[in-house]
């Protein structure tokens, strides 16, 4: 960039653009909103046939199209602006050495070296020292030389003019690496002329997105940071203090970081964490399709001492070796992100609420926090900790068990709003035995599920604050007894389903109120009694279903370790039923168990 040209530069006409690809984004956002959470709604409330689903199914592909548009013009509005920032500082520099060497009586050439004239003490002959040009200096050896020179000249305007022919070099270099490193990401920043947002489009939109977030590092370290290891409390009142282009910039360009920030309003997490799931899936999806298929002939048979052995084939074996490992998890993840779109598009189905994506990441077995109603405006807010062997690509049934909670609860509501949420946040033990009677795996999550909780009620809307119900099952009963037993878990009401304990012996070392600890044990569930008999060690230990413990026993009618939210032909089950009831802050009405009669062995 030469001197003419950063001289006549507007950086604020690049901000005014970056305005303009803002807008743009928000109205695509408000119209994505529009399609998913009234229209669609609406249609599958009151329509039903072929029609009807082939009309959803465009309106679901209209809806990705603005999505993929909101994602790449928060993009290019954040390029912009970082674009603007960068040239603009450049600029400044720029105007102030201009106006210093005016100042000074220096005169810029075209070229933007810097002329000086005569001046100083006469030498013996009566001579004034002469004037010169000097061409600005940024190599730093290169500038020390001239700056030694110029301090040996009688003169002391060579001096000024070398310092200002410096600054004015320096801004010309900052502002040409500004424009050559954002030229190509913004001309990167192009969709296909097709109306078909394809798994290729949104892997060349993480790529995007990377790329404006390397290279707009000093832009976004120009702007309020997030409060280092900050409280959710601390994060949601540095949300607030953003502008609204501040929010903007940060979403485009590290929505990973925005979406795992507790404390963040729902709608911002939310937002935040929909394009890390496209893009993730884009271009995961792209990778998998990179990979060869799995050979047909997995299996062949040996002869060994007699008898046949089924055994895996050399070519499957050979791909395998190679290529399964990354096959799995690459499969296991789209899986786990299909189920979380599938939620998506459940939206006004019986009455289903707007669903809200507030934690995602394929890291470690995966993680996904799934919510069916905004809990930052719901009257009531229910958590479930899903247990062993959850994973993202098995999070279809923990969402679900959480859709039929969301239900049962919003009839028994009252006309209150319910906001219903799966967390799975953490990593679950792999295997019963094997994994689950370390308590490691508690203790490591409790932080992380303590600190979800506390965000829960910093972003929450309003003076009065959401009751909110902890439910746990299996293993994550541990998790949130290893929480609750060390303060702050922000709950009014915990029930364990199917526990194998909890960390603690009793009740009232929990950090809910008195009374307010439930608990289900259904009939044909061993998972309770691995717990009791010290996983199979031979040693008792209290768990929530002892009398002992203090929880409130809740009455239950289904069977086995996973039947805890089935629903049947008839309506919810007792199990399901009673869980909504505690949910809406209706436990009195639940029934319980009849305490064991202490004296039953004797008569």
Known sequence: MDLATLKALRPTEYTEAADGYRSTS??????????????????????????????????????????????????????????????????????????????????????????????????????????????????????????????????????????????????????????????????????????????????????????????????????????????????????????????????????????????????????????????????????????????????????????????????????????????????????????????????????????YLLGFSTDGDGRAIVANGNPDTADHTAVYVPGTTSDLASIEGNVNRMVNVWHSADAKAGGQSVSTITWLGYDAPDEIVKDAPFKHYAYDGAPVFRDFMGGLGASHAGDTPAHTTVIAHSYGTTLVGAAAETGNLRADDIVFAGSPGVRVSGADELDVPAGHVWNEEADGDAVPDIGRWGRLSGDYFIIPSDPEFGANQMTTDTDGHSGYWDTGENGDSTSLLNQALVVVGKGDDVPLKPAPDPWAHVK
């Open 26 to 355: 928000d109205m695509a956002s408000a119209a994505k909103d529009r399609i998913d959470h009234q229209i669609v709604v609406a249609m599958r409330e009151s329509l039903e046939g072929e029609a009807a689903t082939a009309a959803i199914k465009q309106l679901t592909e209209l809806s990705k199209n603005f999505h993929y548009v909101q994602v790449e013009c928060g993009l290019v509005g954040s390029a912009l602006e970082a674009f603007s920032y960068e040239v603009g500082a450049a600029k400044a520099k720029l105007d102030a050495a201009l106006e210093g060497a005016r100042a000074a009586n220096l005169t810029v050439n075209a070229d933007a070296s810097v002329s000086y004239p005569a001046g100083g003490e006469k030498d013996a002959d009566g001579k004034t020292p002469a004037g010169g040009t000097v061409s600005g200096l940024t190599d730093g050896t290169a500038a020390a030389v001239g700056r030694q020179a110029a301090n040996v000249d009688p003169n002391p305007h060579h001096r000024l003019a070398q310092d200002y022919a410096d600054q004015i070099a320096a801004a010309l270099k900052e502002a040409t690496e500004a424009d050559e490193k954002w030229a190509p990401k913004l001309r990167a920043l192009k969709a296909d002329d097709d109306l078909t947002v394809s798994d290729s489009d949104w892997a060349d939109a993480s790529s995007d997105t990377s790329g404006v977030k390397d290279a707009g590092k000093k832009y976004l370290d120009s702007l309020p940071q997030p409060p280092k290891d900050g409280s959710p409390k601390d994060n949601a009142q540095w949300w607030k203090g953003l502008s609204a282009e501040e929010q903007a910039a940060w979403i485009s360009m590290r929505p990973d970081s925005v979406g795992a920030l507790d404390g963040l309003p729902a709608v911002a997490r939310d937002e935040a964490n929909r394009i890390v799931l496209d893009e993730t899936r884009g271009r995961m999806q792209m990778e998998l399709n990179s990979i060869p298929k799995p050979p047909m002939n997995e299996w062949t048979f040996i002869s060994a001492g007699g008898y046949a052995s089924k055994v895996h084939t050399d070519e499957w074996t050979e791909w395998h070796n190679k290529y399964g490992d990354r096959y799995d998890r690459l499969t296991n993840n789209l899986k786990g992100m299909e189920s979380i779109q599938k939620r998506f598009d459940q939206t006004g189905k019986n009455g289903l609420p707007e669903a």
